[in-house]
């Protein structure tokens, strides 16, 4: 089955704790994102990643950081600096098609203790 | 900052009504249009997608777009219950932003019997 996963799919976070979520896909796709979602509100971008070794900033990256050693893989850190984390973390790939179109994974809830 | 606004919600249609949402993005060059309907508590799944002006028909589903005054929409027809959901408007800044998508705030669906 080709798809995106995401854990964990609820993690829990104490006052200056880093945390890392998880994101891989089987889709052979060359680009990966990631976003948040708070209650009511659209997408947010964070970070994104077209190619192995290389990521840009989006919208709101102060406070995480993400690393793309694997083509598969394109894991987020929350950290300490982050001060209002709770929120949805979506993780979404597509390939290099001119249609672009991102698929989503299943997502992760983030809640500070 | 690029801009994408959606009607404001919610919107509730009757069982079997037509339901139009609509969406406006300031960004002039922007290359690819995305419907994407989210249950609660649920990621993003795409509906449509419109590359070319005027009208994409996928069953009970028609996208449009209007390039010239910055307009897309989604006609939902025989509405049903199991529509209800949110339904997010994603606009692809296309060229060397490579995928990135900017959301609008989404739009609440009830469909009731």
């Known amino acids: 089955d080709g798809g995106i996963t995401q854990s964990p799919k609820y993690l829990f976070r104490k006052e200056g704790q880093n945390v890392t979520l998880s994101c891989e896909q089987n889709?052979?796709?060359?680009?990966m994102y990631w976003y948040r979602q708070d209650p009511g509100q659209g997408l947010r971008l964070i970070y994104y990643?077209?190619?192995?070794?290389?990521?840009q900033k989006g919208d709101i990256a102060e406070g995480y950081s993400v690393s793309r050693e694997k083509k598969e893989s394109f894991p987020l850190t929350v950290t300490s600096a982050q001060k209002n984390p709770t929120a949805f973390y979506l993780c979404?790939?597509?390939?290099?098609?001119?249609?672009?179109?991102?698929?989503f994974g299943p997502g992760t809830r983030l809640l500070v203790l | 900052q690029k801009e994408v606004e959606q009607n404001s919600g919610p919107l509730s249609v009757p069982e079997g009504a037509i339901a139009s949402l609509n969406c406006t993005y300031s960004d002039r060059g922007s290359q690819s249009f995305f419907w994407y309907r989210q249950y609660s508590g649920k990621s993003p799944e795409l509906i449509m997608s419109?590359?070319?002006?005027g009208d994409k028909e996928d069953g009970r589903f028609t996208a449009q777009l209007n390039k010239a005054s910055q307009y897309v929409s989604l006609l939902i027809r025989d509405s049903q219950p199991s529509d209800s959901a949110t339904y997010l408007c994603?606009?692809?800044?296309?060229?060397?932003?490579?995928?990135?998508?900017?959301f609008g705030q989404g739009t609440i669906l009830t469909v009731h019997p």
């Open positions: 979404a790939s597509s390939s290099a098609t001119p249609e672009e179109t991102q698929y």
């Open positions: 990643s077209q190619i192995v070794n290389d990521f």
């Open positions: 419109i590359y070319s002006n």
């Open positions: 889709l052979n796709h060359d680009a």
């Open positions: 994603a606009v692809n800044e296309g060229g060397t932003s490579y995928g990135k998508l900017t």
